[in-house]
Each structure stands twice: as structure tokens, then as C-alpha cells.
T-cell receptor
Framework: QQPVQSPQAVILREGEDAVINCSSS?????VHWYRQKHGEAPVFLMI?????EQKGHEKISASFNEKKQQSSLYLTASQLSYSGTYFC?????????????????FGQGTILTVHP | DAGVIQSPRHEVTEMGQEVTLRCKPI?????LFWYRQTMMRGLELLIY????????DSGMPEDRFSAKMPNASFSTLKIQPSEPRDSAVYFC?????????????FGEGSWLTVV
């Protein structure tokens, strides 16, 4: 099942902050965040694992609430280059610590526009 | 290090023709994924391979679609015969596991238009 992202769109001025949320109805092993600019490939931003491990860009932060199957991406002091569509991809937990081995289901995307 | 390489970048073909999309994953990655992106359906996983073996093809729309991975450095996605509803961007992606999970890297995509 596809995770649900909110909001669908955000408009910011440079320097403002934003939070993008991702919610799943199933137990998760990991959450992945990507940014896609128009006409380009999705670019990896962050991965958060059940248990607390995470990896990503220095200027990006995110959280993962395993109990609620929710993740949030925090964009602070936004820059023009942050504009794009942000996707969360969720990897299901198969129980007994197992995963669906990288099989990501993506949300519908959040369009972020940063103005000067 | 080179990223995931896809070809062709753009293809326009007539309905009924065969289309072959190609992908070279990042060297050393043992997972390869084919995704399709459309405005209506977003990013959908079609099929993925581990060590050249197809693991899950439940996302392949129908028998007109087939994918192969003959070796660790090459994969193809074939559509035969193609239909206008197959028009989409097809992304190939690859990954490998490390201490922090399975980071997936996408290629630039193949933009397919079927007329």
C-alpha cells in the first residue's frame, strides 16, 4: 500500500523552514527520502532504519517513528535549490527482523517551491 | 564513480513496435530495480533482481513486459507490443546493502512515448 505524504504542496521564501510528513498503514523496516527536479531522476536524500540508524546528507534531517509508522523530513533555512518534488519510499517489515529487501513503495510526492 | 546508466534517454515509437530499454547498474551493486513513473500512478516498482535473479515481478503490468539481467552489469526491459498507455519515464536503479540499509540510486531515466 502506498504511503501518504502531506502536505501535497508547500511554497516557501528563502530561509524559511518546512516539514514533510510520510505515513504508512503497515509495519516498516525503513523509510527513504528522495528529491526529484523536473525532468531529472530522483536523488537520494536520507534513509532511516527501524532501530534508529540513519544515513543522509548533512543539511537534511528526518525522523522515523516506528510505532506510528511515520516519518518526517525537516528542511531548514531553505534555499532555492531545495525546490522540487519530495518522495518518501517505504520498505516493509516482514517480521522477525526481516525486510522486503529494498522493495520501496513511494508516496505521491510533495511539491516544494522556494521563492527568492 | 559512474552512476546508473540508461539508454536510450528518449524514445518515440509507434504502437505495436517492440521497445527495449537498457541499464548498466553501479559497479558492485547486487540489486537492480526497474521503476515506471507517470503523472497518474507516480513511481511504481515493476521488477527487481538480486544477483541477476528476478526476485519480485509482481509489478509488471502484463505479459507484454519482460525484463532480463544476463550479467551483473546489464539489464533490459522489453515491451512487445507497445501501446500508447505505456508512455512513461522508466527508471532503472541499483543498490547494495551496507551498515545502514539498502540505499537505492536511480539512473537518469528513459522517456518513452508510444504514438
Amino acid at each position: 500500500q502506498q504511503p501518504v505524504q502531506s502536505p501535497q504542496a508547500v511554497i516557501l521564501r528563502e530561509g524559511e523552514d518546512a516539514v514533510i510528513n510520510c505515513s504508512s498503514s503497515k509495519a516498516l523496516y525503513s523509510v527513504h527520502w528522495y528529491r526529484q527536479k523536473h525532468g531529472e531522476a530522483p536523488v537520494f536524500l536520507m534513509i532511516l532504519l527501524k532501530g534508529g540508524e540513519q544515513k543522509g546528507h548533512e543539511k537534511i534531517s528526518a525522523s522515523f517513528n516506528e510505532k506510528k509508522q511515520q516519518s518526517s523530513l525537516y528542511l531548514t533555512a531553505s534555499q532555492l535549490s531545495y525546490s522540487g518534488t519530495y518522495f518518501c519510499g517505504t520498505e516493509g517489515s516482514l517480521g522477525a527482523g526481516g525486510t522486503s529487501y529494498g522493495k520501496l513503495t513511494f508516496g505521491q510526492g510533495t511539491i516544494l517551491t522556494v521563492h527568492p | 564513480d559512474a552512476g546508473v546508466i540508461q539508454s536510450p534517454r528518449h524514445e518515440v515509437t509507434e504502437m505495436g513496435q517492440e521497445v527495449t530499454l537498457r541499464c548498466k547498474p553501479i559497479s558492485g551493486h547486487d540489486y537492480l530495480f526497474w521503476y515506471r513513473q507517470t503523472m497518474m500512478r507516480g513511481l511504481e516498482l515493476l521488477i527487481y533482481f538480486n544477483n541477476n535473479v528476478p526476485i519480485d515481478d509482481s509489478g509488471m503490468p502484463e505479459d507484454r513486459f519482460s525484463a532480463k539481467m544476463p550479467n551483473a552489469s546489464f539489464s533490459t526491459l522489453k515491451i512487445q507490443p507497445s501501446e500508447p498507455r505505456d508512455s512513461a519515464v522508466y527508471f532503472c536503479a541499483s543498490s547494495s546493502w551496507d551498515r545502514v540499509g539498502n540505499t537505492i540510486y536511480f539512473g537518469e531515466g528513459s522517456w518513452l512515448t508510444v504514438v
